[in-house]
């Protein structure tokens, strides 16, 4: 048997990224770092009170940039962190004031642990805690949010992103590269003079915005100078001849960026990065700043330097070398609760798209994209998210060329559909220059237009636990409450078609719970939180005066992210066929069965899981009913206008989710264990998946992804399946077919379950294993154990 060989891990192609390499892996510890709660609290202590929300927004931003601690390593190429050090990760008391408790679990828990030292502590208790404790958006939330919000969300319906973390999903635009944040404040300049208070009843409030916008572009420019001083300082007492002359390098680019727009391919990654450190530091965004069409962006700089000859192909590499160190040193800020069982991971979900289809249409693959391929391999490292967009138009070279990387079983790249992309978003009202220019995939699988968009999770919908309340009469076991409505008993259901009505009935009151608490909380961040940083770099905020958070994007949208869609399908095909057409067996005898976790009930778990059709399997039984539910799922969340004038879209992924969804929901009838994952995105529960991958492909090609925001499917092979050219050629094939058929996203893990279940047992000999979890990969020994048993017990594929 062909058994996964864990590749070395290779530290980069110089021996200055394998020393920042190393620093960034081995000797950083996951951290706290409190100064810009402390900073923030000076400034809202000096200036709350005296002056507009959006103004005082920004001399918050500009307070911080003055003050903060820059750290610069030896040898770096690259600067900038969001904490005072790598891997300290920032706190954002505005959004949620953590308790002392919060402290410890962070400090003591054996995943995804933050150390916190007793400064740390100590300046939590007696500074943080005493101004923001009843300040916090999320302490605001808990007391306006109504009861019946709470015994959902309590129960497992679903979760809420914002609770913790800012309205996210901010993807760059090609504008960052050509204007600096001079340039930005000139622009900003002339609105506020053109502003009319004669005839505009809100002049004032646009003047107010556009004043914030000034002062955090006054903040970037700033960080950008300190950075050049304290590199011409280190310079002046540097021993080293090599050390002393890269400083007085790096002090020039950071004369020229972020105040003014780059010249070259350095100055390009180092204004997006200074950006991307600046918009992470402004808002604890749920998905940090994401590069978009970095290929693209590059692709001019690294054209005309390679003309000219002021830089080589290796130089280039080794500058994407230390971007990609630069998003390995920052992870996700810390999260408690809910939220970390929604997301628990140091990942912080910028997504690079390579390859994407340029704005006139074409091909966008370059000597770039083929660049950041390579590097990606060389690094594997969890972030930066890497993707590549695959077209009709995309060479085959190309996509063969990410296939050999994904076939090494790290789960990078994840390949998505261009052509989908811009179908969805032509769907969601977009135009069609502005979805070619700015098409995009974020975070896992979301879609939107770069640069031009607000596009914002709401938190995981918990779709197979809407079926268990009706099937409970709107009681959850789990919290020993009536949270759902009593539509009678499932017993006396005489029909299928009884039974779906209630699940859409059901279905119509958690959503409608959810989507009036999306509101109040909306308004919320429109009233106490504009992001003018994130107002300066989106189109259209400027020109209209209006905050990021309050509309002012093009475009703005809401994201409810459906999970279990599988579940949902394989239970509903166990009522249709057992129940109400074979009568193999009654309402009372399925539901007792359940409530037993089918131990005893071996002749009906030998039904619903072994002898009834299971979406997966090309089976249009199940399929059928995939489609009705996904239909029902868009009747009643798609189109739905939330306060700041967003679209409400459905999508399809978990993060980490669906491991949690299934620790509170009891047996599913469709055979699933209580306590078992839910299914991740769009793929098949797991072990239901029995035809192969093709099958799989044409089931999940059924539901009609162009009206998502996004779909996201995994698949699992052993290495010897996807071996040889024969295999390279089988997975290409198998991606070409399935986006052919309009499917948005497909990513595989590719191991020996026996690698896996070793890795379980004896983690300090797999330290450097990593898998695909759902849009992400991580390190297998970061997953606790309820994850690694889902991603172990994912069904093997193999092809003829």
């Known amino acids: 048997m062909t058994t996964l060989t864990v590749e070395p891990t290779r530290r980069g192609s110089t021996e200055r990224i394998k020393r920042l390499r190393e620093i960034s892996d081995q000797k950083c510890t996951p951290s706290i770092s409190m100064e810009r709660a402390v900073l923030l609290t000076e400034a809202y202590k000096k200036y709350e009170g005296t002056c507009p929300t959006p103004i005082l927004r920004g001399k918050a931003f500009k307070h911080i940039m003055e003050n903060r601690t820059l ?36 400090d003591k828990r054996e995943k995804v642990f933050f150390k916190v030292s007793p400064e740390d502590r100590k300046i939590q208790e007696e500074v943080i805690i005493p101004y923001w404790k009843d300040r916090a958006l999320m302490t605001r939330m808990n007391k306006l949010l109504p009861e019946e919000w709470h015994l959902l969300f309590d129960a497992g319906l679903y979760t809420e992103f914002l609770m913790q973390r800012g309205p996210g999903h901010t993807v760059a635009d090609g504008k960052i590269y050509k204007r600096g944040y001079k340039d930005c404040i000139k622009e900003i300049q002339a609105e506020i003079n053109a502003l009319d208070f004669n005839q505009d009843v809100d002049a004032l409030s646009k003047k107010e915005e556009l004043e914030g916008m000034i002062l955090v572009c006054e903040g970037m420019i700033i960080m950008g100078e300190r950075y050049a001083a304290l590199a011409r300082e280190l310079a002046e007492t540097e021993t ?39 918009v992470t530091i402004e808002m604890n965004n749920w998905d940090a700043y994401s590069p978009g069409k970095l290929d693209q962006h590059l692709e001019p700089f690294y054209e005309k330097e390679i003309a000219e000859g002021t830089l080589t192909r290796e130089e280039a590499f080794e500058l994407l070398e230390n971007l990609w160190i630069q998003f390995n040193n920052q992870p996700a800020p810390p999260k408690v609760g809910i939220t970390l069982k929604e997301s628990a991971t140091y990942t912080d979900f910028c997504n690079i798209n390579t390859g994407a289809l340029r704005p006139d249409g074409t091909s966008g693959v370059s000597d770039v994209s083929y660049l950041i391929l390579e590097v990606m391999d060389e690094m594997k490292l969890l972030q930066p998210s890497s993707n590549v967009q695959i077209s009709r138009k995309s060479p085959e070279k190309f996509l063969r060329e990410a296939a050999k990387i994904s076939r090494k079983g790290w789960g990078q790249p994840a390949f998505y559909n261009s052509e989908a992309i811009i179908q969805e978003l032509l769907n969601m009202g977009k135009t069609l220059d502005d979805a070619r220019e700015s098409g995009v995939a974020s975070g896992c699988v979301e879609t939107g237009t770069a640069g031009k968009e607000a596009y914002v999770l709401t938190g995981y919908l918990n779709v197979p636990k809407v079926f268990e309340l009706v099937l409970n009469r709107g009681f959850d076991a789990y919290t020993n409450k009536q949270v759902g409505l009593d539509l009678g008993n499932p017993r006396d259901f005489k029909s299928y078609e009884e039974v779906y009505a209630a699940f859409e009935k059901q279905l119509q009151y958690v959503v409608d719970v959810k989507v009036a608490g999306n509101n109040v909380i909306e308004k919320m961040y429109m009233q106490y939180m504009p992001v003018p940083l994130l107002s300066v770099i989106t189109d259209d905020c400027i020109k209209k005066g209006v905050d990021y958070n309050c509309g002012g994007a093009r475009y703005n949208t809401s994201y409810i992210q459906c999970v279990g869609i599988a579940t949902i399908t394989d239970s509903l095909a166990v009522m249709k066929k057992q129940i109400f057409e074979d009568q193999t067996m009654t309402m009372d005898e ?10 005893g009930y071996d002749d009906i778990f030998d039904l619903v899981h072994n002898e009834t059709p299971k979406y997966g399997n090309d089976d249009d039984y199940a399929d059928d009913l995939l489609k009705d539910v996904n239909v029902t799922l868009q009747e009643v969340i798609g189109g739905r206008t939330t306060p700041k004038g967003s679209t409400t879209i459905v999508e399809y992924l978990p993060t980490t989710c669906h491991v949690y969804f299934g620790q509170v929901m009891e047996a599913s009838p469709n055979g699933r264990k209580a306590g078992i994952p839910l299914p991740d995105g769009i793929s098949p529960e797991k072990g239901a998946d029995r035809l192969g991958p093709t099958a799989v492909i044409k089931s999940a090609a059924k539901l009609d992804q162009l009206k998502t925001g996004g779909a996201l499917l995994n698949q699992k092979f052993t290495p010897q399946v996807v071996a040889g050219e024969a295999g390279l050629s089988h997975m290409s094939s198998l991606i070409r077919s399935y986006f052919a058929m309009d499917g948005h996203h497909l990513q595989f893990n590719v191991f020996e379950r026996e690698t896996l279940i070793k890795a379980q047992k004896n983690p300090e000999q797999y330290e450097n294993l990593i898998v695909r979890v759902a849009g992400y990969s991580d390190y297998f020994n970061n997953l606790d154990k309820a994850l690694q048993d889902e991603i172990i017990n994912r069904t093997e594929q193999s092809f003829g």
Request: charged share 25%; with cysteine.
């Open 240 to 278: 080293d001849p090599q050390w002393k002359k890269e400083l007085l390098e790096l002090a020039e680019v950071c004369d020229v960026v972020p105040a003014n727009k780059p010249q070259t391919f350095r100055q390009a990654i180092q204004m997006y990065w200074f950006t991307h450190i600046g």
């Open 71 to 106: 750290y610069l390593e030896k040898g770096a190429l690259i600067v900038g962190e969001k904490g005072h050090k790598p891997w300290a990760a920032p706190t954002f008391p505005e959004l949620c004031c953590h308790t002392l408790e919060d402290f410890d679990n962070m």
């Open 590 to 599: 399925l539901l007792v069965a359940c409530k037993d976790n089918f131990e």
